[in-house]
């Protein structure tokens, strides 16, 4: 059973509260109109890579400028080989 009240009578607004549930609201508002690009999610990293699927899987399990500069990383290649087999039993 979920607690409807409190017995403990409060003193005053919850301010704090509020702000800080705000200040949450404002945050995610944010961070998702920063994913809203011309070409979100794996289409863009497909795109950014010049559609080679391998490397923009890596990217996105290491991050674009690693695989750019380094490559993919020995853990990063199992995962992208898990994925595309996992694909192709689909």
Do not use: C
Request: no cysteine.
């Amino acid at each position: 059973m979920l607690p409807l009240k409190d017995d403990v009578p409060s003193r005053g607004f919850p301010l704090v509260t509020v702000v800080l549930i705000a200040l949450n609201a404002a945050v995610f508002l944010y961070q998702a109109s920063l994913a809203m690009g011309p070409e979100p999610g794996a289409a863009g990293a497909a795109q950014a890579f010049g559609g080679d699927e391998r490397l923009a899987l890596a990217g996105w399990y290491q991050g674009e400028r690693a695989v750019r500069k380094h490559g993919a990383y020995g853990i990063t290649k199992p995962f992208v080989a898990n994925v595309l087999a996992l694909r192709s039993r689909m």
